[in-house]
């Protein structure tokens, strides 16, 4: 039970970063400080997609990895209802101004493959085992996603930070079908790519 406890953590206060700050360099050290934290016990995934090119690469099984994927979309939404509740404002995860869905779902497709590449090779193979930077390179990775992703796709990387408050915003939830293809597509395809990729060593 603690591993979900620790993923549901990980992920709401990922996502409510995200929300508050919008912020890369926050972004990426909150979710550095949050792979420390839940490294040892639950793996620290925090995102469907890690989550789903782990279990790909026989990292985790599928009795693990689904209730991983329900806890961090369930905490994606409870982050979006409390950033409703401080800021009375709801948090939209989109793509920039002008850019097309097959844009963004390139940049989503990349950098979450990057993420996930990052996460295999640095915290779950048995040559870097027992690193101590683990934390700091996927932090890293997903600031730099951020700055150089994010206003193009809106730089979620993860399904749970980009349809969770999506589907918080139900009432709304029609306007949101294209970003939420987006994010999940995007990112569950560059998950799959990153284990296809690990697996070829």
Known sequence: MKKYI?????????????ALTGNPIAIGVALAALVYMGGYISGAHYNPAVTLALWM??????????PYML????????????YLVVTNDTF???????????????????FTFLLASVV???????KTKGNDYYGLAIGLTVMAGAFA?????????NPAVGI??????????????????????GPL??????????RLK
Not at 6 to 18: A, H, P, S, Y
């Open 6 to 18: 620790v993923e549901f953590i990980g992920t709401f206060f990922l996502v409510f970063v995200i």
């Open 57 to 66: 690469s026989k990292k985790v099984k599928a009795d693990t990895a689904l």
């Open 71 to 82: 806890v961090q979309i369930v905490a994606a939404i409870a982050a979006s209802a409390t």
């Open 92 to 110: 939209i995860p989109q793509a920039g101004v002008g850019v097309s869905m097959s844009n963004a779902l390139i940049i989503e497709t990349l």
């Open 120 to 126: 295999l090779n640095t915290a779950a193979t048995d």
């Open 149 to 157: 992703g994010g206003p193009i796709s809106g730089g979620a990387f």
């Open 164 to 185: 969770g408050p999506l589907l918080f915003d139900f009432a709304n939830l029609g306007m949101h079908t294209t970003s939420i293809l987006t994010y999940l597509i």
């Open 189 to 198: 395809l560059g998950g799959a790519l990153a284990s296809v990729v690990y």
